[in-house]
C-alpha cells in the first residue's frame, strides 16, 4: 500500500507540473519537474529519499530505453553503425580515459579506478533532456546534430555501465587484465545485443502470429508489449549480460515488426503507440522528479562534508564537466568517420565548428547518471567503499551543471526556426479549418437539429477559448442578433401572416429574453437563475406536478378551466408562435452562417464566439416551444464524414499555398484523422446501444 500511495504522490506531482508548465512556457520543462520533484521531498512520504537503482533502472530506463529502440529503424541503424559505435563506444571510452586521468590527478587521494568509475557514471548523456530544455527555445536543433546525440544517449548507457562493472572489478580484485577486461566488454556488449535480438525476434513472432490470427488481438498483443522490456530486461540481467542493450535492441526488432505489419492490424498498432507515448512521456517526467526528490539527501551529504571539502567538490564537478565539453567538442570537430561528417557537417566550415559545439553542449546529463551513482556498493573488498558520499554528490553537480549551462549556452548557438509553427499558428489555421468545414457541412443540411449537433460537436475541435476575446464579440453578435430578429419579425409579410397578436405576445417573449441576457455571467445573473429554479421546483412539488401522470393531468385541469372558444383561440396562438418561432431559428441560423463566411473571407480565425451566439439563441428559442424537450440528436455518420473530407480539403489547399509548414499540415491531417476515428467509434457505440427496431417494437406493443 505504501509503495501504491507514493507512486500515486509522483503521478499528482507529474500532473502538478505539466499543469504548471502552461503557465511558464519560457522555463524548460525538465527544471519544472526538478523543481516538483524538490517540493515533493519535503513530504513525509518522500523524507530522506534515496534512489533504489535496481528499481530505477527496471521500472523506468528499461521501458524508456525499449520505446527509444522501436523509433530506430534497422536500416537507419545498419547504415549508421559506424557513427553509433564512434559516438556510444569509442566517445565514452575516450572520455573516461582522458578525464579519468585528469580527475585521479587533482585529487591525489582517489585511485584511478575510483576516478575512471566517477567519470565512468557522469559519462552517459540523455537526449530527453536535450529536449527538454530545448523545446521550448526559439531556436532549431539542426536535424543532424540531434540524430547524433539521440544515437549517442542510445547506447552510451550501456557502455558506462559496462567501463564503471570494470572499475570496480579492479577496485575489488586488486588488479587489471587487459585481456580479461576487453573480453568481459565484449561478453556484457555483444551478449546484451545478442539476447536482445534472440528475445525479440520470439517476442515479434509471438505477436505477428496473434495479430493475424487472434479475434480480438488488442487484448493478447498490448499487455505482452507492455510486460516485453521488464521481462527482456530481467532474462538479460540473470545471464550476466547488458540489460540496457538487450532492451534496446528488442525495441529495435519491435519496429521491423510495424514496418512489416503497416498497414494491417492498424488497431493494434495505433492502440500500442498511444499507450506507449503516453508511458514514455509521464516517465520522463519521472526521471526529472526523481532528480528533484534526490536533491534535498545529497545536499545534506554535501553540507556535512564541511566548507572546504564541499568547494573542492564544487570545483572537481566544474572541472569534470569542463573536460567532457573540450572532450566532445574536439572528438566532434576532428572526427574523420564519414557518416559522422553527414551528421555534424563537413571540416572546416563555420557550420561545422557551430554543429560540434552544439553537439559538446548538447551532452546533457540526466538521472540515469544519478542511478548509476547510487548503484555503487557499500562495501567493496571486504571493506567500505571509498568516498563513495563524494562520488554521489559529484555526479549530482555535474547532472545540475550541465542542465543550467545548456539551458543558457544552446539557445544562443541553435539557428532560429525557419520551418517549425508556434501554438498560435497551429490554433488559427486549426479554428479556419473547423469553421471552414462547419459552414460548408451546415448548407448541406436541412434538419435544424442536425445541423447543430454537427456544429457543436465539430467545434470541440477547437479547444481551448480565449474566454475575454469571446465575451466581448459576444455581446456585439448578440445585440446585432437581437436586432435582426425584431426587424425580421416586424416585417409587413410576417405581421401580415400572422397577426398583430401573434406578434406582440413574441415582442414580450423577445423582451424577456433581453433582460435575462443583461447582466450575462455575473454573480448576480447565477444566483437570479439559481433563485428562479428553486421557485420553479417549489412550484411543481407544492402543486404536485411531478411525474408524467401528474403533468398530464394539469394540462387537462387547464384544458378544462377555459370555455370551448377560448381553448381553440389559446391552441391557435399557441402554433401560431411555434410556426413564427420556427421560421426565425431557420432565418437566424442564415444570418450567423452568413456572418460567419464573411469573417473568413477576411481571414479571421477566432470565431468561437459566433457559435456562442447561435448556441445562445437557439437555446432560448426552442424554449419558447412548451413541447421543446432535450432529446439526443442521431446525426448519421455520412454527414460526419464529409464535414472532415472538408477538413482535409481546406488543410489541402492551405497546403498547396505553400505558405504552411509541413510540420503544421501534418500535425492537423493527423489531429483529423484522429478525431474521425474517435468519433465515428463514439457512433458506433450509441447504435449498439440503441433497440433494434423489432425489438423496440415488441416493447411498444407490450406497453
Do not use: C
Not at 571486504?382 to 545540475?400: D, N, Q, S
Not at 449537433?453 to 437581437?482: C, E, P, S
Not at 497546403?655 to 468519433?679: D, F, K, M, W
Amino acid at each position: 500500500m505504501q509503495t501504491l500511495f507514493l507512486v500515486g504522490l509522483m503521478l499528482l506531482g507529474v500532473i502538478a507540473a505539466n499543469i504548471l508548465k502552461q503557465f511558464i512556457p519560457k522555463i524548460p520543462d525538465a527544471f519544472i519537474f526538478v523543481a516538483v520533484g524538490l517540493l515533493l521531498s519535503f513530504t513525509p512520504a518522500f523524507k530522506d529519499f534515496e534512489l533504489e537503482p535496481e528499481f530505477f533502472m527496471l521500472v523506468i530506463i528499461a521501458p524508456l530505453m525499449f520505446v527509444d529502440g522501436q523509433r530506430q529503424s534497422f536500416n537507419k541503424i545498419r547504415q549508421k553503425f559506424s557513427a553509433i559505435f564512434q559516438l556510444s563506444v569509442g566517445l565514452i571510452v575516450a572520455t573516461v580515459l582522458i578525464v579519468g586521468l585528469l580527475t585521479n590527478f587533482v585529487e591525489v587521494e582517489w585511485t584511478l579506478p575510483l576516478a575512471i568509475a566517477l567519470v565512468a557514471i557522469v559519462t552517459p548523456t540523455d537526449a530527453v533532456a536535450v529536449k527538454s530544455i530545448t523545446g521550448g527555445s526559439t531556436g532549431a536543433m539542426p536535424t543532424g546534430v540531434g540524430d547524433a546525440l539521440e544515437l549517442e544517449s542510445l547506447f552510451n548507457d550501456a557502455t558506462g555501465l559496462v567501463m564503471l562493472d570494470l572499475a570496480l572489478s579492479v577496485m575489488e580484485k586488486g588488479s587489471f587484465s587487459f585481456a580479461a577486461g576487453l573480453g568481459h566488454f565484449l561478453f556484457v556488449a555483444v551478449g546484451g545485443v545478442v539476447a536482445g535480438i534472440g528475445l525479440g525476434l520470439a517476442v515479434v513472432a509471438l505477436r505477428v502470429w496473434l495479430n493475424l490470427h487472434a479475434t480480438n488481438a488488442e487484448t493478447t498483443v498490448i499487455p505482452i508489449s507492455l510486460l516485453t522490456p521488464f521481462l527482456v530486461y530481467l532474462i538479460a540481467e540473470y545471464f550476466g549480460v547488458s540489460g540496457i542493450l538487450a532492451v534496446v535492441a528488442t525495441g529495435i526488432v519491435h519496429n521491423w515488426e510495424s514496418v512489416r505489419l503497416r498497414l494491417s492490424s492498424t488497431s493494434v498498432q495505433l492502440t500500442s503507440t498511444t499507450i506507449w507515448n503516453t508511458i514514455s512521456n509521464i516517465l520522463n517526467s519521472v526521471v526529472f522528479l526523481t532528480l528533484g526528490l534526490t536533491l534535498p539527501t545529497v545536499w545534506r551529504d554535501f553540507l556535512d562534508m564541511g566548507g572546504l571539502e564541499s568547494l573542492q567538490l564544487i570545483g572537481l564537478a566544474g572541472l569534470i564537466y569542463a573536460a567532457m565539453l573540450a572532450v566532445r567538442f574536439i572528438w566532434a570537430l576532428r572526427e574523420e568517420n564519414p557518416t559522422v561528417k553527414t551528421l555534424l557537417g563537413s571540416n572546416d566550415t563555420m557550420v561545422h565548428r557551430q554543429h560540434a559545439l552544439i553537439f559538446a553542449f548538447g551532452g546533457i546529463h540526466g538521472t540515469m547518471t544519478l542511478a548509476m551513482a547510487f548503484s555503487l556498493p557499500r562495501v567493496i573488498g571486504g571493506k567500505a567503499f571509498p568516498h563513495r558520499e563524494e562520488l554521489i554528490i559529484v555526479a549530482t553537480m555535474v547532472i545540475v551543471i550541465s542542465m543550467v549551462v545548456s539551458a543558457i549556452i544552446l539557445p544562443l548557438l541553435m539557428p532560429e526556426k525557419t520551418d517549425g509553427f508556434t501554438q498560435e499558428d497551429l490554433a488559427h489555421l486549426r479554428n479556419k479549418m473547423v469553421d471552414y468545414a462547419t459552414v460548408q457541412v451546415r448548407a448541406r443540411i436541412d434538419d435544424h437539429d442536425v445541423r447543430e449537433a454537427i456544429t457543436t460537436q465539430l467545434q470541440t475541435q477547437k479547444g481551448w477559448v480565449d474566454r475575454k476575446v469571446m465575451d466581448n464579440n459576444f455581446q456585439l453578435l448578440m445585440d446585432d442578433t437581437k436586432d435582426y430578429i425584431r426587424a425580421y419579425v416586424h416585417e409587413n409579410e410576417m405581421t401580415d401572416r400572422y397577426g398583430t397578436v401573434t406578434i406582440d405576445i413574441y415582442d414580450k417573449i423577445l423582451d424577456r429574453w433581453k433582460a435575462q441576457l443583461k447582466n450575462r455571467h455575473t454573480v448576480q445573473h447565477e444566483l437570479h437563475e439559481m433563485k428562479k429554479q428553486y421557485k420553479h421546483a417549489k412550484w411543481h412539488f407544492t402543486h404536485g406536478v411531478i411525474t408524467p401522470r401528474q403533468r398530464q393531468r394539469s394540462r387537462e385541469e387547464f384544458k378544462a378551466s377555459k370555455s370551448a372558444a377560448e381553448w381553440a383561440q389559446w391552441k391557435d396562438t399557441r402554433t401560431s408562435i411555434t410556426m413564427l418561432n420556427r421560421e426565425v431559428m431557420d432565418h437566424v441560423d442564415g444570418y450567423l452562417d452568413e456572418v460567419l463566411k464573411n469573417r473568413l473571407s477576411t481571414y479571421h480565425s477566432e470565431n468561437s464566439f459566433v457559435y456562442a451566439v447561435r448556441q445562445d439563441v437557439n437555446e432560448y428559442l426552442q424554449r419558447i416551444d412548451h413541447e421543446y424537450r432535450r432529446i439526443t440528436v442521431k446525426v448519421d455518420s455520412e454527414w460526419y464524414i464529409q464535414a472532415f473530407q472538408l477538413e482535409y480539403n481546406f488543410v489541402q489547399q492551405a497546403s498547396a499555398t505553400g505558405r504552411v509548414p509541413h510540420s503544421l499540415v501534418s500535425t492537423l491531417y493527423t489531429e483529423i484523422n484522429q478525431a474521425q476515428t474517435l468519433q465515428l467509434q463514439q457512433l458506433e457505440q450509441l447504435e449498439e446501444l440503441e433497440p433494434e427496431p423489432a425489438a423496440l417494437a415488441i416493447e411498444q406493443s407490450n406497453n
